[in-house]
């Protein structure tokens, strides 16, 4: 039995800006299909907090995503503790912000929200969908306390997006149209500020641009520099699960849901985590996590955020437990 999680959609936007962001976020957001520490676990019922941060153009709360969502692992986890992050005062301000929010003060949000929740004092687990996921790994990497124990990245671009291959619902013409705003001022100041998936915009053809302009992903990656402290903190995770969508349409490249991307100075050749200098150079840690089996790689088949209830109980569901 399957339950499909769909996309909230905005409406009301009036500036030319917030209508093109609009359409790209929702490239990026997707739908979701399901059916419907050191373990320390929570001192009255024995499970785990589980923290949920969705997709663009979706909602904390919505019932036919985020709220469906949390339910279903209400049910499979009887008393489990379930907080579904809202960026913002209400439901309309967190989608909004999944928009036009600068991405670091989100999280910064994310981690006082999180500091202050007593329910989360001794650990939670982390489930990130799409653009979600790596706003997740960033608090992971920035903020251990409370401790992120698992984190669950479903569809989640570690490496960024560097092209737009499907519009769902939108004329060629307007992708096109986004496609060349993006090509073309993804990095100046006004765009990184204001438009959230431009900074994620992993352009391989302007490395350099990316590196010294990205206010985001370049920054939890490493590229202009290590920071010891993100890659001490990464590593606290006692599991980083990566899925990826085998018959992804929104994501491009889908290599990027495993931490995979473009070979620099081209947009063609792919390479995957292991063999990227991120990795060889273990700049994240994520090279001595690998060896310490800490990472773990699923594949599913399905669209962007397409799975049965059935595949999320048998696969991810054991390590929210």
Known sequence: MQQQVAQQKQEGFTSGSRMTAAILCFLLAGAVLVAAGSQIHDSNNGTIPVVLWHGMGDSCCNPLSMGAMKKMIEEEISGVYVLSLMIGKNVIQDTENGFFMDVNEQVSEVCSQLAQDPKLKGGYNAMGFSQGAQFLRAVAQRCPSPPM?????????????????????????????IRKALNSGAYSDLVQKHLVQAQYWHDPLNDDLYKKHSLFLADINQERGVNETYKKNLQLLEKFVMVKFLQDTVVDPVDSEWFGFLKTGQAKETETLQESVLYKEDRLGLAAMDEAKKLVFLATEGDHLQFTREWFNANLLPYLR
């Not at 479903?154 to 291959?165: E, K, T």
């Open 149 to 177: 124990k698992t984190l669950l990245s479903i569809g989640g671009q570690h490496q960024g997006v560097y092209g737009l291959p499907r519009c769902p619902g939108e004329s060629s013409h307007i992708c096109d149209m």
